[in-house]
């Protein structure tokens, strides 16, 4: 069972830059994707970026397209989310995901292949 831990949340101002990390408690075959989701009050959980552990391959929610940043490091079990230009919409509880998922559910961000969780790091913009 991948335990998931995330670090890097705070406060900023607007424009500025943050950067959070996603360290899985092990590797594991089972897991072809990370993600990150947010959720902002009052409102559901949405994607914002996501990676195919075995090629590096990223996308991005049309919102932070150009602004953030997703990689994984050699060892594939920590991922680092580069947010800049932040504006305050991007305020909300950041959530790291992994898991083995399915063509479509990666594109369109379904959680439903993504297993394992962490347990959300605070961004303020």
């Known amino acids: 069972h991948v335990q998931l831990v995330e670090s890097g949340g705070g406060s900023v101002q607007t424009g500025g830059s943050l950067r959070l990390s996603c360290k899985a408690s092990k590797y594991s075959y089972s897991i072809n994707s990370m993600a990150w989701f947010r959720q902002a009050p009052g409102k559901e959980r949405e994607g914002v970026a996501a990676i195919w552990t075995n090629d590096g391959t990223s996308r991005y929610a049309e919102s932070v397209e150009g602004r953030y940043r997703l990689s994984l490091d050699d060892s594939k079990t920590t991922a680092f989310l580069e947010m800049n230009n932040l504006q305050p919409e991007d305020t909300g509880l950041y959530y790291c995901?992994?898991?083995?998922?399915?063509?479509?559910?990666?594109?369109?961000?379904?959680?439903?292949?993504?297993?394992?969780w962490g347990q959300g790091t605070q961004v303020t913009v």
């Open positions: 995901a992994a898991g083995g998922v399915g063509y479509n559910e990666y594109m369109s961000f379904n959680r439903r292949g993504y297993t394992a």
